[in-house]
T-cell receptor
Framework: AQSVTQLGSHVSVSEGALVLLRCNYS??????LFWYVQYPNQGLQLLLK??????LVKGINGFEAEFKKSETSFHLTKPSAHMSDAAEYFC????????????FGQGTTLQVKP | NAGVTQTPKFQVLKTGQSMTLQCAQD?????MSWYRQDPGMGLRLIHY???????DQGEVPNGYNVSRSTTEDFPLRLLSAAPSQTSVYFC??????????????FGPGTRLTVT
């Protein structure tokens, strides 16, 4: 079965530092991949998605992610963290077979220190 | 477009009570789903639907019922609430079919407490 692993349930960075949130998936067939962000007491909002076009995907708020098939990874990065980036981030992958279902990782909480 | 809407935003139930969480979308999406979010456990799929009249179980369906009589609405019913159902519930929808990438659109959530 398809699965998603997010390494690190909590990541803490200083303001202005690089943000790196890790996501690995298990699939022999390249799926669709997503990163969602959840701010406190809100729903999930799409940050970016990979749909088999460019392997480097740019999203909102300066985030980007690179699809690496050989490593089955889709890590999320941002060159310079801002206080407003503090949130929970979820990686998700589409289930094979065109079911419409997404499989979500456990989430990573990003803390940004001043 | 309102997108995906959910009501109520907050609810407190006593053990054994029943209630329905409402979800509606105005994007003509075929796929709709319900998740629950608990600390450290990510999002877990409760039930989903790929069109009116078609529903199926997800990862954690016990204690919940759904129906899909229209494309727009997908209510989630708690039959007899238990403290273990204290959670935040999210409804999501997406397009299906050729050329679609299954991006899901989420509602704002319902925070449910069962005492």
């Amino acid at each position: 079965a398809q699965s998603v692993t997010q390494l690190g349930s909590h990541v803490s960075v200083s303001e202005g530092a690089l943000v790196l949130l890790r996501c690995n998936y298990s699939s022999s067939v390249p799926p669709y991949l997503f990163w969602y962000v959840q701010y406190p007491n809100q729903g999930l909002q799409l940050l970016l998605k990979y749909t088999s076009a460019a392997t480097l995907v740019k999203g909102i708020n300066g985030f980007e992610a690179e699809f690496k098939k050989s490593e089955t990874s889709f890590h999320l990065t941002k060159p310079s963290a801002h206080m407003s980036d503090a949130a929970e981030y979820f990686c998700a992958v589409s289930e094979p077979g065109n079911t419409g279902k997404l499989i979500f990782g456990q989430g990573t909480t990003l803390q940004v220190k001043p | 477009n309102a997108g995906v809407t959910q009501t109520p935003k907050f609810q407190v139930l006593k053990t054994g009570q029943s209630m329905t969480l409402q979800c509606a979308q105005d994007m003509n999406h075929e796929y709709m789903s319900w998740y629950r979010q608990d600390p450290g456990m990510g999002l877990r799929l409760i039930h989903y639907s790929v069109g009116a009249g078609i529903t199926d179980q997800g990862e954690v369906p016990n204690g919940y019922n759904v129906s899909r009589s229209t494309t727009e609405d997908f209510p989630l019913r708690l039959l007899s609430a238990a403290p273990s159902q204290t959670s935040v519930y999210f409804c999501a929808s997406s397009s299906l079919g050729s050329g679609k990438d299954y991006e899901q659109y989420f509602g704002p959530g319902t925070r449910l407490t069962v005492t």
